[in-house]
C-alpha cells in the first residue's frame, strides 16, 4: 500500500502523514458568526457599561491587528478596552501560551507582543472563556516562565514555512501565577 503524504502535522492513519496548520483556515475559524458573536456577548457581560464592540479586520486597521488587537470595547465616556482573541476548539485543560509565532526568523509570539488590555482565551465548545490581563500574563510568565519551560514540553505547529511554538499551562497553574501578580507584596513596607 502506498502512502501519500498529508497536508497536516498529526499522524494520519497507518501512514503517519504529516498535518500542518493552515492559517487562512484557523483566520477563517476564528471570525466564525455564532463565536464572535457569543464572544461579544461575554463581553457585555464582562464590561457592563460598555455600549459596543468593534471587531478590527486586517483589512480595515493592519496596524491594529499587528499588535495584537481583535476587538475594541467602548464605552459611553470615550474610553477602550482593546481585546486579543485567541479560540481553541477543544478543551485541554490547559491554556497554550504562543512563544513564537515564526520560531525560524525568531518572530516573538503573542505572549511578548501582544499589546491589548486583555487576552481572551476562549474554548467555546465546552462553554469556557478566560479573560486575561495581559500585563499580569505576561508578569506571570516574567516570574514562572523558567520553570514552566523545565515543567511543560513545547509544542510546535508547522504552518507550512514556518513553526509556530507553543506552551500550555495547565488552567489551574496559569491563572494561579496571574492572581499571584495581583497580590504583591511592598518590598521594606
Not at 4 to 17: D, E, F, S, T
Not at 56 to 84: C, M, N, W
Not at 148 to 166: G, M, P
Request: glycine content about 6%; charged content about 25%; proline content about 4%.
Amino acid at each position: 500500500m502506498k502512502c501519500l503524504p498529508a497536508k497536516n502535522i498529526v499522524i494520519n492513519g497507518r501512514c503517519g502523514g504529516i498535518k500542518y496548520n493552515d492559517f487562512h483556515a484557523d483566520l477563517q475559524y476564528s471570525f466564525e458568526a455564532g463565536e464572535d458573536e457569543q464572544l461579544n456577548a461575554f463581553y457585555l457581560k464582562a464590561f457592563p457599561t460598555a455600549e459596543r464592540i468593534e471587531t478590527i479586520s486586517y483589512e480595515a486597521d493592519p496596524e491594529l491587528q499587528l499588535r495584537g488587537v481583535d476587538k475594541v470595547v467602548h464605552f459611553p465616556d470615550g474610553r477602550t478596552v482593546t481585546v486579543d482573541e485567541k479560540k481553541r476548539r477543544k478543551d485541554y485543560g490547559d491554556i497554550l501560551l504562543e512563544l513564537w509565532k515564526n520560531k525560524e526568523r525568531k518572530k516573538l509570539g503573542w505572549l511578548f507582543y501582544s499589546q491589548c488590555d486583555y487576552i481572551v482565551y476562549a474554548v467555546l465548545g465546552s462553554g469556557k472563556i478566560y479573560l486575561l490581563p495581559t500585563l499580569l500574563l505576561q508578569m506571570a510568565w516574567k516570574h514562572n516562565g523558567r520553570q514552566w519551560l523545565k515543567q511543560y514540553d513545547t509544542k510546535l505547529a508547522n504552518n507550512h514555512y514556518y513553526n509556530t511554538e507553543n506552551i500550555p499551562i495547565p488552567t489551574d497553574v496559569l491563572l494561579a501565577a496571574i492572581s499571584a501578580e495581583m497580590k504583591q507584596e511592598a518590598k521594606g513596607a
